[in-house]
């Protein structure tokens, strides 16, 4: 606000300021509304939710972490190749299924 309110100096500088103001108005809301929604109350209920956040995620090592992304990774490749099989099986039973010529 403060930034929006120096840069408003000159010709036209009331109505920039203004828009800036209702911008910053629009995204306030915006973000308050959204937290609402997911039951944060305000900034004093955001910045509790990133200090437990932050205490329960201190106790992850490093290596966990890369353990935990690499078994991700590899459910991941599992999870595409069990799709393609499924692809394969399907274009598979349509062919049986079609009657002969």
């Known amino acids: 606000m403060w930034l929006a ?8 500088g009331t109505e920039r300021i203004l828009v800036r103001l209702e911008a910053i ?8 509304r ?6 944060v109350d305000g900034i004093a209920g955001a ?3 990133s200090r437990r956040l932050q ?15 690499a078994e991700g990774q590899r459910l991941q490749r599992w999870l595409g ?3 393609a099989s499924l692809r394969e ?6 062919i049986v ?5």
């Open 5 to 12: 309110l120096a840069d408003g100096t000159g010709e036209g």
């Open 25 to 32: 108005a629009r995204f306030t809301d915006d973000l308050r």
């Open 34 to 39: 959204r937290w609402r929604d997911d039951g």
């Open 47 to 49: 910045l509790e939710l």
């Open 55 to 69: 205490a329960a995620l201190a106790g992850v090592s490093r290596p966990d972490l890369d353990r935990t992304r």
């Open 81 to 83: 190749q069990v799709a």
């Open 89 to 94: 099986l399907e274009r598979l039973k349509r």
């Open 97 to 101: 299924g079609r009657p002969a010529a």
